[in-house]
């Protein structure tokens, strides 16, 4: 290093000449002209001088391995912009603010620079002990803490730290005692160390990067900066963004701290530490929810998923595992949710019902074999005539009665009676306070009675009996009491619990009885609700309405609905738009167990399904989008039902070593046919299993038992009820309509030796019912149609379908609009449709129009 003058000396340190000639001779050194040269050594003595006089050498460690340098700048900052990129929005003003630079920085014996430091004080040691083999020590000292030096430096991390602390707290006392001489020594000391700025970064700790702080892609960094940003007075300080000044990035590398003193230096007082955020991560979230979570935009989410080679959209949904890396990488504490798990803390507070209880009416199920006379028994106490509208006399859904007679409020809920209806029925009983039991008392005890039975015993649901149509002279009430014991049903006559109550839904006799033997069932059971909570019922019934839209039956069971409350039902929620009671009346509100119909939700949800009142609508898409994509997630999983496609891959593949099939046909006669043909295929590798096997159409319960069985659909000459197709479509079975035998057991059989030809697919373009026949002597018959599904075409072959069962296969003749002959009528509009050679079509009948396209078949 160069020797100096001792006012070049003064001018670096800053301080009058005078007064670094009394230093200069306080430290032994005789110094009289302002243009004497100072040698290096010189300067180390007066160095070590300066050090003693103010305590330094207590602690050798300390000064030993670590030199601190402070110093304070103040000036002036032109911002061009609002320098804390978010939050303040305007980029466009300029302000001025006061800055103190602070320079701190920490040299620490680390290189051989450094060691060269800490051998001065070394030095100063020997000065103590003997005051003239000084210069000599240096040099050896130098040579060998060069070769020391690498090795050293593991060891010396310890030690360091601890050092780092010794000398803070040292620094700091000496400063009080004597600020002037602790910066000029430290001025001595940093203009020594000068040259080395450059090639020794200072330690991290002590100097803040500068560049912005606040964005959380910093944030790793942020533990450390936090106890940097403790300025020297110990004293929390603002961080300018120097980087948005566009001035300072080459600073920045020079790692010099800027820092506002918040306390009278301007006005605002930011936050200025990034915010550790616990960020919760569904099973996947959309890139503006993430960021949403972390209240950063989402072009920051953006930019790291784009470091991190992803490129993002702001609605693009991520993985669990890359927003997980993504709220690391910004510095956020990710927690991982599982959706089940948002989804039940959701409902748990959805669910809770807390107010005072008040007792409500009970909620009775009427079951029953069909034709019993559940709906007339109903109709009796409610004095109205629903049967009279119903199809075919089957009640099609659950209907919901709130009734008030003379022995208390009741909600009747009427469950179907026919057999493709077991699974709605099943839920039926779920919601269901007490059961009535309808047995007709001249027909007994039949299946759906014990089925009825069953669900009752397995809901845990009293039963009462109504044996009915008594009035008829083949009544044999003794006998429905016999049968019924059969099954556990004991009369209390006979010693057992089940109430026996005779009545005739015709005459109304006993219905008096019954009535009351439900309000006493109620009273016992000491029924009650709580009307002042959210409300919450559940969905009995829905349907898609033309003009409506999605319309469902809600039985509310606590709190009041009304209009304009957000709902949540599975996976559709919404805002209620209008209600009307069982009678089609509108209404405003709705208590507890009363049904209600409500209009408003985004799709039709399943009967069954809970229903909540949500605070609002964004909470229940939130919920209403989980489930949906549990549901599609589900339904991906389920996909593994079988196809006929695959049988062979899957067998081969030794997955299945049975074929299972659900098979429906038009007669019995094509039923045994297909059955023994096609167990005939079966070889030693392959078994044909027929599951189940029937005549007539497809309905719900031979779905239940194909997706039950993973089984496949055949339908000979039968087709799907309209339940069912829906079944089919949600479940993905797969079905396949047959008309002719032969077809039927080649397919299979192909299908089992995997050399399945091209597949003849049949869809089905359209349906239509006939509402109307008519006969004109220049059309022949004709059949006056709505189309129900799809569209008719009169180019295309078709089917007359009766009650599912295909009864004419044939050609369109010809098809007519208001006299005009069309080619095509779509759904929902009316037609006359002409059968070739065909002239039996009945009221009723369906018509279906079909295709056949060819499927070329992969198989790999
Ligand atoms: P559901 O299928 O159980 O709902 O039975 P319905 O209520 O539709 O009744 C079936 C048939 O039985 C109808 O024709 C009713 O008129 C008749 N029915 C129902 N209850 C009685 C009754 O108490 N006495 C007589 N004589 N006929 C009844
Ligand atoms: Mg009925």
Not at 27 to 46: H, Q, R, T
Request: glycine share 8%; charged share 30%; proline share 3%.
């Amino acid at each position: 290093m160069a020797d100096v003058t001792v006012k070049q000396l003064a001018e670096v340190i800053r301080m009058p000449v005078d007064e670094l000639l009394i230093q200069l001779g306080q430290a032994g050194m005789s110094f009289s002209k302002d243009d004497d040269v100072i040698s290096n050594d010189e300067k180390m003595e007066l160095l070590a001088h300066l050090r003693q006089s103010h305590g330094k050498l207590d602690d050798k460690e300390a000064s030993t391995k670590k030199v601190t340098l402070n110093r304070s700048k103040r000036s002036t900052l032109k911002v061009a912009s609002a320098p804390t990129g978010r939050g303040r929005g305007s980029g466009a003003t300029t302000r001025t603010v006061n800055v103190v630079v602070r320079k701190k920085r920490t040299y620490v014996s680390r290189s051989a620079v450094e060691e060269e430091a800490r051998l001065k004080t070394e030095e100063e040691d020997r000065i103590k002990a003997e005051e003239d083999a000084k210069i000599q020590a240096v040099e050896d000292a130098k040579i060998k803490a060069e070769e020391d030096a690498k090795a050293k430096v593991q060891a010396e991390e310890d030690a360091k730290v601890k050092a780092e602390d010794d000398a803070k707290a040292k620094i700091k006392a000496a400063e009080d005692a004597s600020r002037q001489q602790t910066a000029d020594a430290q001025r001595i000391a940093e203009q020594e160390a000068k040259a080395n700025t450059d090639k020794q970064p200072p330690r991290k700790a002590n100097a803040t990067p500068e560049k912005d702080q606040r964005k959380p892609g910093r944030g790793k960094a942020g533990g450390a900066d936090n106890k940097a940003r403790k300025g020297r007075y110990g004293r929390a300080e603002l961080h300018v963004a120097t980087d948005k000044s566009g001035r300072r990035r080459k600073g920045a590398k020079r790692k010099r701290t800027v820092s506002i003193q918040s306390s009278d230096e301007h006005g605002f007082a930011k936050p200025t530490q990034p915010m550790v955020q616990e960020v919760n991560i569904p099973e996947s979230i959309t890139v503006s929810e993430l960021a949403q979570k972390m209240s950063i935009k989402a072009a920051e989410v953006i930019k790291v998923l784009m470091n991190m080679g992803t490129m993002a959209t702001i609605n693009q949904n991520l993985d669990q595992e890359t927003a997980e890396l993504v709220v690391d990488e910004l510095g956020h504490k990710s927690v991982l949710v599982s959706d089940n798990e948002i989804e039940n803390r959701l409902l748990e507070e959805l669910s809770e019902v807390e107010g005072e209880l008040l007792s409500r009416a009970p909620v009775v199920t009427v079951m029953g074999h069909v034709d019993h006379g559940k709906t007339s028994l109903l109709d009796y106490i409610r004095s109205t005539k629903v049967a009279d509208g119903e199809s075919g006399g089957i009640t099609q859904h659950v209907g919901a009665y709130h009734v008030e007679t003379s022995k208390g409020n009741i909600t009747f809920l009427d469950t179907p009676g026919h057999a493709a209806f077991t699974s709605m029925r099943a839920r039926g009983a779920q919601l269901t306070d007490i059961v009535i039991l309808v047995v007709a008392a001249d027909d007994g005890v039949m299946p759906q009675t014990i089925e009825a039975i069953k669900h009752a015993k397995a809901g845990e649901v009293p039963l009462i009996i109504a044996v009915n149509k008594i009035d008829r002279e083949a009544a044999d009430p003794e006998r429905v009491k016999n049968e019924l014991s059969q099954h556990d049903v004991i009369p209390e006559d006979w010693g057992g619990d089940a109430i026996f109550v005779n009545v005739s839904a015709k005459t109304g006799e006993g219905v008096d009885n019954l009535l009351e033997a439900i309000s006493l069932q109620a009273e016992m059971m000491e029924l009650t609700a709580v009307e002042e909570c959210p409300a919450n019922g559940i969905v009995i019934e829905s349907s898609l309405d033309r003009g409506r839209g999605p319309v469902a039956t809600i039985l509310i069971r606590n709190g009041i609905l009304k209009r304009g409350d957000v709902i949540l039902t599975g996976s559709e929620y919404g805002r209620v738009r209008a209600m009307f009671d069982e009678d089609g009346n509108v209404i405003d509100q709705a208590g507890p167990v009363t049904p209600v119909v409500v209009l408003g939700l985004s799709g039709v949800p399943h009967a069954g399904n809970e229903m909540h009142v949500v605070e609002n609508e964004r909470k229940a898409r939130e919920i209403a989008v989980f489930r949906k994509d549990k549901d599609r997630d589900q339904k991906l999983a389920h996909q593994q039902q079988a196809r006929l496609e695959d049988a062979f891959s899957t067998m081969s593949s030794g997955k299945v070593e049975a074929l299972n099939l659900v098979i429906k046909a038009d007669v019995q006669g094509s039923m045994e046919a297909l059955r023994e043909s096609l167990n005939k295929l079966s070889t030693d590798e392959v078994r044909v299993n027929i599951v189940a096997g029937g005549v007539g159409g497809i309905n719900e319960s031979d779905v239940g038992l194909a997706l039950a069985s993973r089984a496949i659909m055949l339908g000979f000459n039968v087709r799907a009820d309209a339940t069912s197709r829906k079944l089919i479509e949600e479940n993905d079975i797969d079905l396949h309509y047959y008309s002719v035998i032969y077809d039927v057991i080649d397919e299979v059989k192909k299908a089992l030796s995997g050399m399945l030809s091209p597949e003849v697919r049949e869809e089905i373009v359209g349906l239509a019912e006939v509402k109307d026949v008519f006969r004109s002597s220049k059309f022949g018959t004709i059949a006056g149609s709505m189309v129900i599904e799809g569209s008719i075409r009169r180019s295309l072959p078709i089917r007359v379908l009766r009650d599912d069962v295909v009864i004419y296969e044939g050609e369109l003749e010809s098809l007519r609009r208001h006299k005009d002959d069309v080619n095509e009528v779509r759904s929902g509009t009316e037609c006359g449709i002409g059968v070739k050679n065909y002239t039996d079509v009945h009221v009723g009948d369906q018509i279906e129009v079909f295709e056949r396209t060819e499927v070329a078949r992969t198989i790999d």
